[in-house]
């Protein structure tokens, strides 16, 4: 370990978790070594890096972009962002592309052979309505926790909204790499999908301690759906 000045979050990956947990937070430490550095689509030093760890490179987003509707303004400042449209439905970002990126690193590195259940969006491996129940092995809802069973580094988390009881519509999906329980719980992590058509392209960047909730002070009925635990998703003898 080097001086106070040299240390990177390579130096704070928990020793105590278990080594598919630890290579997992080593990898993002190592692609993401703070708060400052980002990894861009539109960067010519990390696009690279972008397409390697999320699938996707501006140009496939752009072409997703117009797909769904998107237009590119002639004046952002006035048009409210870069890429615009009239009316809502999906948009493509790259958060779902680092989870997906992921799971194919964990196997081939040999850390274990995945159950199934969950895509690279729908964790909890939902209907393709977003309705209940889970299906997927590791998956845990946020509202069963405990002092024992809640989300560790390494593990996966989902951010949706409650529609009605049962049925959920999916916003986020990221990376946690630190997770601290309590009446106010707090939390690391790592996600992609940090940009969008407003600001004309993605990246991918680390999110520092904070408290968990709001998880969106801009939409207070986002919530943390719940985590998939990637011990339990990929268990073999390497946990």
């Not at 692609?31 to 490179?57: C, I, M, R, Y």
């Not at 951010?159 to 986020?172: D, N, R």
């Not at 990376?175 to 719980?185: A, L, R």
């Amino acid at each position: 370990m080097g001086t106070s000045d040299e240390l990177t979050e390579v130096d704070f990956v928990n020793p105590y978790l278990s080594p598919r947990r630890q290579w997992i937070c080593t990898q993002l430490a190592k692609l993401l070594p703070n708060s400052v550095v980002s990894v861009a689509s539109n960067d010519p030093k990390t696009k690279f890096l972008f397409q390697e760890w999320t699938g996707h490179t501006q140009s496939s987003l752009e072409g997703h972009w117009k797909s769904e509707g998107f237009k590119k303004a002639a004046d952002p400042k006035t048009e409210g962002g870069v890429w615009v449209r009239k009316g809502g439905g999906p948009v493509t970002t790259s958060c779902e592309g680092l989870n997906g990126t992921l799971m194919s690193k964990i196997a081939a590195a040999g850390f274990g052979t995945a159950k199934g259940g969950a895509t690279s969006f729908n964790l909890a491996g939902l209907d393709k309505y977003g309705n209940e129940p889970a299906t997927t092995a590791g998956w845990h809802w946020f509202r069963d926790k405990t002092k024992s069973v809640h989300p560790r580094g390494g593990d996966f988390f989902q951010v949706g909204t409650l529609v009605k009881k049962g049925q959920w519509y999916f916003h986020h999906v990221g990376v946690i790499t630190g997770y601290v329980d309590g009446e106010n719980p707090s939390w690391a992590t790592v996600e992609a999908g940090q940009g969008g058509p407003r600001a004309g392209f993605d990246y991918m960047k680390r999110k520092d301690w904070r408290l968990l909730n709001p998880i969106d002070k801009a939409d207070p009925k986002k919530e943390l759906m719940g985590w998939l635990d990637i011990d339990e998703y990929f268990g073999d003898k390497t946990t």
